[in-house]
């Protein structure tokens, strides 16, 4: 990191953060408030009317025949592998630029995550070499090739065509890590019917967030949503005691689903509004740096704006010192944290590369257009003097 400059200990009037909560709940304040006192009058803390609801609508968005609530992303993982059979000796193939979230996941139901490189272009998994890892772990001989997990990095769905066809090839199941990516499409089918089964997160900064931790799973398999219903209450059927499998507390509270249902009311609106700032970004940023490549007929729910800058820390230094929040999503690829140093390495050069080049910008919904402005203004000022 370059060394600070005057202005940046100098105080910044106005600056503009990555996330804003606070203006989308002020905006939401009066209905949000209603629905929680709803809930605190019935009672109904775990598994009210609002997550029925909630699930009714999420599926109907998804374009899905089912929706479960469940208490996070990293348990909708969880809970979907459990329900997909995935355990000890499986190999699950996950991209290895995301969270560390997506592999810890696979090891908590004690499968084996295997790293797969990415495509520089969308930063989500590359079909070609998911092709080569799952020949090379068949070849070593020591896990089964299970389960592929396509992450739709920054909100931009992955290739699951190409993905389908690589799986379907070797017999493998998909589940999509939609944890940044609901309200996402390829072409005219949504995040959430994209793969067999699917998983979200409604944590707080997402472009549909709660306020705590929150998500879901979405399929159209009624065998597969009866299963993820069952675990995610210790394993019991229905109203029984019986622990008809291992299950978890994996439950959605009643209060994050009414959150939810409010902030799904203008969820379209403010999808629309994410892709015109990140349109905005494109146009304006698209001469200097890197910015996300977004396919004909694809649309990106834009949890992130994230361009590619060789100098990125630089870049955000500067940044920093103009008042405008930046973030690093994410400083390591996956096989270069310590947690999982001891799993197989295999090439993964466009993974490392990006963990090195990669910054998001603000995108959030309630930016106005002149802070979009300062932001362009202040991304290519900052370059111009790099």
């Known amino acids: 990191m370059s060394s600070a400059s005057p202005a940046a200990v100098r105080r910044v009037d106005n600056p503009i953060s990555l996330f804003d909560l606070q203006r989308q709940r002020l905006r939401l304040e009066k209905g949000i408030q209603a629905r929680i006192h709803t809930v605190l009058e019935h009672g109904q803390f775990i598994l009210g009317p609002e997550v029925d609801l909630l699930e009714r609508r999420l599926a109907a968005f998804s374009g899905t025949s089912h929706a479960i609530g469940v208490s ?47 495509l520089a272009e969308t930063f989500n998994l590359d079909a070609k070499d998911l092709d080569r890892a799952i020949g090379e772990v068949k070849a070593a001989g020591r896990l089964v ?11 931009l769905p992955a290739d699951y065509p190409a993905i389908a066809a690589v799986a379907a090839r070797h017999k493998l199941t998909v589940l999509a890590d939609a944890a940044q990516s609901f309200g996402g499409a390829l072409g005219n089918t949504r995040v959430g019917a994209l793969a067999p089964i699917s998983a979200t997160s409604f944590y707080p900064t997402k472009p549909l967030g709660c306020y705590g931790d929150g998500g879901a799973i979405l399929t159209s398999d009624a065998g597969l949503d009866e299963a993820v219903r069952r675990i995610r209450s210790h394993g019991r059927q229905g109203t029984g005691d019986a622990a008809v499998q291992l299950g978890i507390t994996g439950r959605l ?38 910015v996300p490549k977004v396919a004909t007929g694809s649309a990106s729910a834009f949890a992130l704006y994230t361009i590619r800058v060789p100098d990125r820390d630089a870049l955000r230094s500067r940044l920093d010192a103009a008042g405008v929040g930046t973030g690093l999503f994410y400083r390591l690829a996956l096989h270069q944290h310590p947690a999982f140093a001891k799993l197989d390495r295999r090439p993964l050069p466009v993974s490392e590369r990006l963990a090195d080049e990669v910054v998001s910008l603000p995108v959030h919904p309630d930016l106005t257009d002149d802070e979009v402005a300062r932001v362009i203004a202040a991304v290519r000022a900052a370059l111009a003097t790099a």
Not at 72 to 97: E, H, K, N, Q, Y
Not at 267 to 285: G, N, P
Request: proline share 5%.
């Open 72 to 118: 996070s992303g990293r348990d909708a993982l969880t809970i979907a592998m459990m329900a997909l059979g995935i355990g000890p000796g499986d190999a699950v193939f996950v991209p290895a630029f995301t969270f560390a979230a997506t592999a810890g996941a696979v090891v908590s139901v004690g499968a084996t995550p295997v790293f797969v490189d990415v």
């Open 145 to 155: 090739p299970r389960l592929v997990m396509p992450v739709d990095l920054y909100g």
């Open 253 to 290: 509270d009643t209060i994050q689903a009414a959150i939810l249902l409010e902030k799904l009311d203008v969820f379209e609106a403010e999808l629309e509004r994410r892709r015109a700032i990140a349109a905005a970004y494109s146009k304006a940023l698209g001469d200097l740096v890197t």
